[in-house]
């Protein structure tokens, strides 16, 4: 099977944001408790952070990380988790049922993101509250001193504000699960009021408008419509939220499901510019994609989780190398809407839905989507090009004109080099790609890491790691045009300099 491509300098969607290598820690089961922290852990710092988790974390090179929710913000009372360990409450909480005991908060987790040299995307309860606690708990972060709540982060041993720069604006208000959950109008409202607020405290942090838990959602994309009509004016971005699953066993369909992403970013750019023409704004609202995933192993288990233990293993997923393959094809989709999506996370970093796995014996692990995130966000830095694709193409269940081959190309000005990330869906096939690079004359192959397995189920459990990428990939430069060599059902990063 062939496939063509043309790659040009010239042909550019955008300088990246980073951030689109995001993640997300929400307090849900052992993401904070067992996973980034345990006190007592041999491998555990002074304050209780797990070194070897960090480690993995500082490998990603994640940007910014989502915290501390999830559905658990929305009815998270931020004073719980400041001051003196010892007087911190337990509490019940709601979203998943569990015994919340405060021995992570706002400070802690800050100091975490220091050590992992990553920025914080920090979420305030829309939910159960509203601009009273947003506008307080943006004094504690993020005004120096002199005021009530800026004073009692120096009391509490902060004497520098944290200075947050992102705060979205709630979570998944549109869903019935959500606690506090709203009407499109309802949330408008609020969120509109909220960012005023919040924006008057401090005026250089960027907010994010919720938008739809799902392009699944009855709501969806109405209520991105509605909302924005009420948030424009502050709002920075819009969020979106998508989980892939492949219930039905169907690997190929499977695999088409960056179509899906890719359809879903087309509308929710599309609605943004809608309500931009509507109010006659000069301003353009981007997108933060800051839950994506592929979520489905472990939800039966979930159902028999006995509720209100302290850090129940919930929402472990473990992931297989087809799901590996897919998550390789969502990153190529983002990139390739780098123009407008400007954030997004991986939901979510450690031991929930996660590329880091520890265990209760206090191993850590990497799982099979840990290795197209980190290539993708180690190599996948500088301007974002829109190549022509020429790729034979198949049906699926729920797909029609899915291209065998799925690509995203990047030029790192500064390193003088040309990535090529490049799936191949065909589950029997190698796929050979006549790529001329016509602008990169004398550009070489430096390295051709590939992710391949014979068995689509294949995963990686502590000790054993059935899924790791090779650097022996095929792929050569002819006259001047790479040829590259993807192995069936397989994920690729070429590199050339
Ligand atoms: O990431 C797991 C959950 O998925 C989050 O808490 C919620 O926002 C979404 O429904």
Not at 107 to 118: I, L, P, S, V
Not at 304 to 319: C, F, G, K, T
Not at 487 to 495: A, T
Request: net charge negative; charged share 25%.
């Amino acid at each position: 099977t062939n496939a063509k491509m043309v790659v040009d300098k010239d042909f550019k969607v955008s300088e990246i944001d980073p951030r689109i290598y995001g993640s997300f820690i929400e307090h849900l089961g052992r993401a904070v408790y067992g996973g980034i922290y345990e006190p007592g852990h041999p491998e555990s710092d002074d304050s209780g952070f797990r070194k070897d988790v960090l480690e993995l974390v500082k490998e990603l090179q994640v940007p910014i990380v989502r915290y501390p929710g999830g559905n658990m913000v929305s009815a998270y009372n931020w004073e719980d988790g400041v001051g003196p360990k010892d007087e911190r409450p337990n509490r019940l909480e709601l979203a998943w049922r569990s015994i919340e005991n405060n021995q992570v908060g706002t400070n802690e987790f800050m100091d975490w993101a220091g050590k992992a040299g990553t920025d914080v995307m920090m979420a305030v309860n829309l939910g159960t509250r509203g601009i009273d606690a947003a506008r307080n708990l943006l004094e504690y972060t993020n005004y120096p001193g002199g005021t009530y709540y800026s004073d009692l982060r120096r009391k509490h041993g902060y004497e520098e504000p944290h200075n947050i720069k992102t705060w979205c604006l709630g979570n998944e208000m549109d869903g019935p699960w959500q606690l506090g959950g709203k009407t499109a109008e309802e949330y408008g409202r609020l969120a509109y009021e909220t960012a005023k607020a919040m924006k008057l405290v401090d005026p250089e942090i960027e907010l994010v408008s919720c938008g739809s838990s799902s392009s699944d959602m009855p709501t969806f994309p109405q209520w991105e419509a509605t909302t924005l009509e009420h948030t424009y004016e502050y709002a920075d971005y819009v969020s979106l939220h998508q989980y892939y699953t492949n219930y039905e066993n169907d690997t190929a369909n499977f695999l088409a499901q960056s179509l899906e992403m890719d359809r879903f970013i087309s509308t929710v750019v599309s609605t943004c510019d809608y309500i931009k023409a509507k109010k006659r704004s000069r301003k353009t609202i981007n997108l933060s994609f800051d839950e994506w995933n592929v979520w489905f192993h472990s939800t039966q288990t979930d159902q028999q989780n006995e509720p209100w233990q302290i850090a129940p293993p919930l929402l472990e997923d473990v992931y297989t190398f087809e799901d590996a393959v897919l998550v390789g094809s969502l990153l190529h989709t983002l990139l390739k809407h780098s123009d407008r999506v400007k954030m997004a996370c991986m939901a979510q970093l450690v031991n929930v839905i996660a590329p880091i796995m520890t265990d209760n014996a206090g191993q850590v692990w990497k799982q099979t989507i840990f290795y197209p995130y980190y290539y993708t966000s180690v190599y996948g830095r500088g301007i974002a090009l829109n190549p022509v694709v020429h790729s034979p193409k198949y049906d699926s269940k729920d797909f029609t004109d899915v291209p065998y081959l799925d690509t995203s190309v990047v030029y790192n000005e500064e390193k003088e080099e040309l990535v090529v990330f490049a799936t191949n869906r065909h589950l029997e096939n190698t796929l050979k790609v006549d790529c001329d690079i016509r602008s990169f004359e004398g550009f070489g192959v430096t390295e051709h890491v590939v992710l391949e397995h014979d068995d689509p189920k294949a995963v990686n459990t502590v000790g054993e790691e059935q899924v790791k990428p090779h650097h022996n990939g095929k792929s050569f430069m002819e006259d001047g045009h790479l040829q590259g060599i993807l192995p069936k059902m397989s994920w690729n990063m070429i590199r050339l300099h």
